[in-house]
């Protein structure tokens, strides 16, 4: 069981089979952007679909099982090969002065007049400024110096599958508490509760969102060209929060996200009414639902109850309450109330309720319901975000250590041949040989310099 998890064939067919769903969950149209897609397919290859969750693929039992797969087999992996790779990275270089300057061309002997020791002291001190280790060795044919670095890079592959799991982590805190939901909100209305998305049912927020103000912007032929909500936020009757919400430009709210969606009107906004007593001149009002105000003769106040975009099939329509000393009433005021008794004659006397007129002597008129603009707003919370965003960049670092460094060890030889003093320089690599043959080009570079 140990050597199937850690099997780099499965590591790659795992991969492969993520990187296919993948695929899927980009060709096949996800949550609610499937409902259109559906209408093309049959009920039976519908059927089949939903059994196998391709509809939210990155939702699924077998995704997270996949996730969590991969996650056990770059566990597994690590484990077993850390060891070697700690002791890679640990290890000291092994000076080897019958070896490592065998056949080494030309070039990469430099011949000098000082001594041997003085030449090893001023060489040591030119790998210490470019090498993070630096060893002396005195042999009887010679000083031997190294120097080390890059060691990390054997510690970068594991960086990288620590980054991976961090990313899984984070995918699989947001799946389980997270969501995704939509709200809608009229202007000066607030809600708390927004409905989650795939039917799983209603959530309530910590906090209260109002939207003050629904504004849009058209180009030339009548296509919307922007639109902004301006939303505050509250809880407890005290503002959190304020701030406008534009497409791509969400705003966050506690880890919670808004961004702006959709919007529309609904006919439930300010009525325009006219008020007439008797043959006194008339007054035009504008009012909302749950808004008072005193008759022109002070004889009462009045208070709109409800306002219809379309009552019982009869058009637009405000519920009036009127309250006096002498009595209160209700009685609907419809805005085609003419066309309404043309169609019903006597209806006034057989429905008292739909006479303006029932509070005399004050005679009520809708002239129109003026459209209130709302917001649509999806709703999303993903705590999972921050730890993918670490992971991301662990990922990142990782890949720098893997592909852009490596372990470079150069060796320098002192040996005294002759009057003069020889100076050999070798190196090795784990890797990327033409940039080692760049650096031993110029420490050789360095050191005539220094010795001219």
Same mark, same amino acid.
């Given at each position: 069981?140990?050597?199937?998890?850690?099997?780099?064939? &499965?590591?790659?067919? &795992?991969?492969?089979?993520?990187?296919?769903?993948?695929?899927?969950?980009?060709?096949?149209?996800?949550?609610?952007?499937?409902?259109?897609?559906?209408?093309? &397919?049959?009920?039976?290859?519908?059927?089949?679909?939903?059994?196998?969750?391709?509809?939210?693929?990155?939702?699924?039992?077998?995704?997270?099982?996949?996730?969590?797969?991969?996650?056990?087999?770059?566990?597994?992996?690590?484990?077993?090969?850390?060891?070697?790779?700690?002791?890679?990275?640990?290890?000291?270089?092994?000076?080897?002065?019958?070896?490592?300057? @065998?056949?080494?061309?030309?070039?990469?002997?430099?011949?000098?007049?000082?001594?041997?020791?003085?030449?090893?002291?001023?060489?040591?001190?030119?790998?210490?400024?470019?090498?993070? @280790?630096?060893?002396?060795?005195?042999?009887?044919?010679?000083?031997?110096?190294?120097?080390?670095?890059?060691?990390?890079?054997?510690?970068?592959?594991?960086?990288?599958?620590?980054?991976?799991?961090?990313?899984?982590? =984070?995918?699989?805190?947001?799946?389980?508490?997270?969501?995704?939901?939509?709200?809608?909100?009229?202007?000066?209305?607030?809600?708390?509760?927004?409905?989650?998305?795939?039917?799983?049912?209603?959530?309530?927020?910590?906090?209260?969102?109002?939207?003050?103000?629904?504004?849009?912007?058209?180009?030339?032929?009548?296509?919307?060209?922007?639109?902004?909500?301006?939303?505050?936020?509250?809880?407890?009757?005290?503002?959190?929060?304020?701030?406008?919400?534009?497409?791509?430009?969400?705003?966050?709210?506690?880890?919670?996200?808004?961004?702006?969606?959709?919007?529309?009107?609904?006919?439930?906004?300010?009525?325009?009414?006219?008020?007439?007593? +008797?043959?006194?001149?008339?007054?035009?009002?504008?009012?909302?639902?749950?808004?008072?105000?005193?008759?022109?003769?002070?004889?009462?106040?009045?208070?709109?109850?409800?306002?219809?975009?379309?009552?019982?099939?009869?058009?637009?329509?405000?519920?009036?309450?009127?309250?006096?000393?002498?009595?209160?009433?209700?009685?609907?005021?419809?805005?085609?109330?003419?066309?309404?008794?043309?169609?019903?004659?006597?209806?006034?006397?057989?429905?008292?309720?739909?006479?303006?007129? &029932?509070?005399?002597?004050?005679?009520?008129?809708?002239?129109?319901?003026?459209?209130?603009?709302?917001?649509?707003?999806?709703?999303?919370?993903?705590?999972?975000?921050?730890?993918?965003?670490?992971?991301?960049?662990?990922?990142?670092?990782?890949?720098?250590?893997?592909?852009?460094?490596?372990?470079?060890?150069?060796?320098?030889?002192?040996?005294?041949?002759?009057?003069?003093?020889?100076?050999?320089?070798?190196?090795?690599?784990?890797?990327?040989?033409?940039?080692?043959?760049?650096?031993?080009?110029?420490?050789? =570079?360095?050191?005539?310099?220094? +010795?001219?």
């Amino acid at each position: 069981m140990k050597s199937f998890f850690s099997s780099v064939k &499965l590591t790659l067919a &795992l991969l492969i089979v993520i990187a296919l769903a993948a695929v899927l969950g980009t060709v096949i149209p996800q949550q609610e952007a499937a409902d259109t897609f559906t209408s093309r &397919l049959s009920p039976g290859m519908v059927s089949v679909f939903q059994k196998l969750q391709l509809f939210d693929i990155y939702h699924s039992v077998w995704f997270m099982i996949l996730m969590g797969l991969l996650s056990i087999n770059l566990i597994v992996c690590s484990l077993n090969r850390l060891p070697a790779s700690w002791k890679l990275f640990r290890g000291k270089s092994v000076l080897d002065e019958y070896d490592v300057f @065998r056949d080494l061309p030309p070039e990469q002997t430099i011949m000098s007049e000082r001594t041997r020791s003085d030449e090893a002291s001023r060489l040591e001190g030119i790998l210490k400024k470019n090498y993070r @280790r630096v060893e002396r060795k005195e042999a009887q044919k010679g000083v031997f110096l190294t120097g080390e670095k890059g060691n990390a890079s054997y510690l970068g592959v594991y960086v990288i599958h620590f980054s991976i799991l961090v990313i899984l982590t =984070g995918m699989i805190v947001g799946f389980f508490f997270g969501f995704d939901a939509y709200v809608s909100v009229a202007e000066g209305q607030s809600v708390d509760t927004v409905e989650l998305k795939g039917g799983k049912g209603f959530k309530k927020l910590d906090f209260a969102v109002r939207c003050d103000r629904f504004t849009v912007e058209y180009y030339e032929d009548g296509t919307p060209k922007a639109y902004r909500s301006e939303l505050t936020f509250t809880r407890n009757g005290n503002t959190i929060h304020q701030g406008a919400v534009l497409v791509n430009h969400p705003a966050t709210v506690e880890g919670v996200r808004f961004y702006q969606a959709s919007y529309g009107t609904v006919p439930s906004g300010d009525a325009l009414i006219v008020v007439r007593k +008797g043959r006194d001149r008339t007054h035009v009002m504008r009012i909302g639902a749950g808004q008072e105000f005193d008759l022109p003769g002070k004889e009462g106040r009045a208070k709109i109850i409800r306002v219809e975009g379309n009552f019982m099939r009869m058009g637009p329509a405000v519920k009036m309450q009127i309250q006096s000393a002498k009595r209160d009433v209700q009685f609907w005021v419809f805005q085609n109330i003419d066309e309404m008794e043309a169609a019903h004659p006597g209806l006034k006397e057989q429905v008292p309720i739909f006479d303006p007129g &029932l509070f005399n002597p004050y005679v009520f008129s809708l002239i129109t319901i003026q459209p209130r603009h709302y917001t649509g707003l999806q709703v999303n919370r993903d705590p999972g975000v921050p730890i993918v965003i670490g992971g991301s960049f662990l990922l990142v670092s990782g890949f720098m250590f893997v592909f852009f460094y490596s372990h470079r060890r150069v060796w320098i030889g002192v040996a005294q041949e002759g009057a003069k003093t020889k100076i050999s320089i070798a190196g090795r690599s784990n890797k990327d040989r033409v940039g080692l043959d760049r650096e031993i080009s110029r420490l050789i =570079g360095e050191i005539r310099k220094t +010795g001219s």
